[in-house]
């Protein structure tokens, strides 16, 4: 099911009608997309905050709804370190899974979206604590821009994920070679930015090691089993058949996919 909203400025709420009269930025796009997907909250809810720069409008919408006294009684589960001091910085009392293992609704972005709504997620370093709040939520809306929107996974030539042990990781990602073969996959640990090239590490302490596929890997519930079944793999991004509804910002307005 889809529906389309036009809007005409970054500014303006999302259910605006007007067609736009200038070119909206990404950011301005994501905003957009954000400000939609709080609407879906209500007071008293459990939410999960999610990471990234498009999840961020909406932590920070969440806190400005706060303080005005538009919603009340709202307690956040955040998907990273960065999104629990972001939360506090706005205001919104926060839990854990194991204080509140049922969560009303998460918000967050992801790095692609294909056509029956499984999603890229973890190019921003934080897809463990993501699966595990969203795995947990009765209603998961994710917001993206419309150049998130894929083929099929991975079709976007860029990262898709998987958080690793240390203990050799590079023979786990000869390991990732090896099973995507016939994908054309290359495996590259993410680095921090800087002259040293630093692995990065992620806030469990773990190492991100990037695939990039020239081809579609196929069935991904096969792909996904077979990368958990190695071992040293934590967790991979591929966010399957676990988003409700997803909200695309475009230059000509929002489009909301639901399952």
């Known amino acids: 099911m889809e529906g389309a909203i036009l809007v005409s400025a970054p500014s303006s709420p999302p259910s605006s009608t007007s067609i736009p009269s200038v070119l909206l930025s990404q950011d301005e796009l994501k905003k957009i997309a954000a400000y939609k997907a709080v609407e879906y909250v209500e007071s008293g809810m459990v939410l999960g905050l999610g990471t990234g720069s498009t999840a961020k409008h909406a932590v920070d919408r969440i806190g400005d709804l706060l303080r005005q006294g538009k919603l009340h009684s709202i307690v956040g589960v955040p998907t990273s370190k960065k999104t629990h001091e972001q939360a506090v910085s706005v205001g919104i009392p926060l839990a854990d899974l194991d204080s509140h293992p049922v ?24 897809l463990l604590r993501e699966k595990m709040v969203e795995g947990a939520c009765r209603k998961f809306v994710v917001i993206v821009d419309e150049s ?6 991975g079709g976007s030539g860029l990262a898709m994920p998987v ?97």
């Open 148 to 153: 998130k929107l894929v083929k099929h996974l």
């Open 103 to 126: 969560i009303d609704l998460a918000i967050d972005g992801a790095d692609e979206v294909d056509p029956h709504l499984n999603l890229v997620k973890g190019r921003g370093g934080s």
């Open 163 to 259: 958080e690793v042990v240390p203990f050799c990781w590079k023979f786990t990602a000869r390991r990732f070679q090896s099973l995507f073969e016939e994908a054309g996959c290359v495996a590259k640990l993410r680095t921090c930015s800087g002259a040293k090239g630093e692995p990065y590490v992620t806030d469990n302490g773990n190492y991100i090691v990037d695939l990039y596929f020239k081809e579609d890997i196929g069935d991904l519930k096969a792909a996904s089993d077979a990368i958990l079944q190695l071992a040293g793999v934590v967790e991979h991004g591929m966010f399957l058949d676990m988003a409700t509804t997803v909200i695309v910002a475009g230059e000509r307005g929002i489009t909301v996919k639901n399952k």
